[in-house]
């Protein structure tokens, strides 16, 4: 357990409809990104937070997907419209960048399946 | 896109072995880091190394950076059936963005 905790742990949907997700963060750590893995890949990036400002996201975040992070601590991430290729797992983490330093520490993720 | 890619994808080995892994990326980078990801769950965070520094250990784990070639190799001495696992590299690039990137993995299944 790293301290990074997120849920639901697993969710099944049906296309077209809306899923939100939660992270919440190691409290100290002022970082948090999303990640989005499928089978057989490495986590691929989608946004990150420092405090509540969102400062990247990647292209893969395409208008269907938002996230927030209004007190700086927990963080959601909702799909819109959901489509069966956004089936994956998807992956917070949170660090503290000390010296330059940006040790990511993951929660166990939420697997997302869009029937 | 991810910059790194691990090799070989996929290694078994006996319980008690040395288990190598290998990573190549392609841009300069701050740091490189290695995870660990049972499956189906979150990546544990193993080591860190610094562009600076050309091999570091923890444990049965030692790592190596090579700058000049853009690799990096973990090595896992005296295997553990525990030691199963997908194992990853990931890039922390000096452009001044701090999302990491991944490669596609190792998977290492050490049988005993």
């Known amino acids: 357990d790293t301290g990074v905790s997120q849920d639901p742990r697993h969710k099944i949907t049906k296309r077209g409809q809306n899923v939100t997700f939660r992270c919440d963060p190691i409290s100290e750590h002022n970082r948090l990104y999303w990640y989005r893995q499928t089978l057989g890949q490495g986590p691929e990036f989608l946004t990150y937070f420092q405090n509540e400002a969102q400062l990247e996201k990647s292209r893969l975040l395409s208008d269907r997907f938002s996230a927030e992070r209004p007190k700086g601590s927990f963080s959601t991430l909702e799909i819109q419209r959901t489509e069966q290729g956004d089936s994956a797992m998807y992956l917070c983490?949170?660090?503290?960048?000390?010296?330059?330093?940006?040790?990511?520490?993951f929660g166990p993720g939420t697997r997302l399946t869009v029937l | 896109s991810q910059q790194g890619e691990e090799d070989p994808q996929a290694l078994s080995i006996q319980e008690g072995e040395n288990a190598t892994m290998n990573c190549s990326y392609k841009?300069?980078?701050?740091?490189l880091q290695w995870y660990r990801q049972n499956s189906g769950r979150g990546l544990v965070h193993l080591i860190l190394i610094r562009s600076n520094e050309r091999e570091k250990h923890s444990g049965r784990l030692r790592v190596t950076l090579d700058t000049s070639k853009k690799s990096s190799s973990l090595l896992i001495t005296a295997s553990r059936a525990a030691d199963t696992a997908s194992y990853f590299c990931a890039t922390d690039p000096n452009s001044g963005n701090t999302p990491l990137v991944f490669g596609k993995g190792t998977r290492l299944s050490v049988i005993a």
């Open positions: 841009t300069s980078i701050n740091n």
């Open positions: 983490a949170s660090s503290h960048l000390r010296s330059g330093l940006d040790t990511q520490y």
